[in-house]
């Protein structure tokens, strides 16, 4: 890409808040952006090949939407704690392995977005998350949902295709969740913790595609009340 091109977009850049350049080829983080800490609100550069995320990410303190679907990132630097006013994550179709804890004190973030990686454990301290509405870990690795699930303050998790044989019954008491997305897993019936159709705010447990037939969920203590919020929340969006 040329100079020309890219001095052009930082122009509108400064101008707009938005940097956006997908599907270029980029193999770095443009560096000219940093000129732009003080204006840029959103930024998305999907579809390109950078590999690594530098640590003056975190001179962005503006910046409230990050996307960086479909690139060749393994890792986050711990800077990216810095961006207070972040609302927006996303980071679909990366090699991420690991997240680093300092991912818990962007407190203005609401959707988190991690699908397509190679993430293999469930990340522990997203729980300080209080606005995050959506985490999207399907698509990875991650085999079981332990008990720190508890502290999220999340609407929707999605953990469509992954490896999941073991679920906590403690996900039951995450105090806003309505949504709970594990199609295309390895669990068992007797793997479903019946606290969720019981006990649980989940409006929509989506289980297709596992090691059971879905119709048997009806066999098990608390479906009734679990069906009563399916239809009422249908209702609701009728």
Do not use: W
């Not at 940093?34 to 840029?40: D, E, F, P, S, V």
């Not at 704690?81 to 973030?109: D, F, Y």
């Amino acid at each position: 890409m040329g100079n020309s091109a890219l001095k052009t977009h930082l122009e509108n850049s400064q101008k707009t808040g938005v940097f956006q350049l997908t599907a270029k080829g980029l193999q770095e983080f443009p560096e000219e952006l940093q000129r732009l800490t003080a204006n840029l609100r959103t930024v998305d550069l999907s579809g390109n090949k950078i590999e690594v995320l530098p640590p003056a990410i975190g001179n962005f303190l503006h910046m409230k939407s990050l996307t960086l679907n479909s690139n060749r990132i393994t890792a986050l630097p711990s800077e990216i704690s810095k961006l207070k006013k972040l609302e927006t994550l996303s980071l679909n179709g990366n090699r991420i392995v690991t997240l680093p804890s300092s991912l818990g004190q962007l407190k203005a973030l609401r959707t988190l977005n991690l699908s397509g990686n190679q993430i293999s454990e469930f990340p522990p301290g997203l729980g300080t998350l209080r606005h995050l509405d959506l985490l999207d870990l399907s698509r990875n690795q991650i085999r079981n949902v332990p008990a720190h699930v508890s502290e999220l303050q999340t609407i929707e998790i999605n953990l469509n295709q992954n490896q999941i044989s073991v679920l906590t019954e403690e996900v039951s008491k995450c105090p806003r969740l309505k949504v709970l997305r594990l199609e295309e897993n390895c669990l068992d019936l007797s793997s479903v913790p019946q606290s969720i159709l019981r006990d649980s705010q989940v409006s929509l447990f989506s289980v297709e595609g596992n090691l059971f037939e879905v119709k048997n969920l009806r066999d098990l203590e608390g479906y009734d009340k679990y069906m009563e919020r399916f239809t009422a929340t249908k209702k609701k969006f009728a």
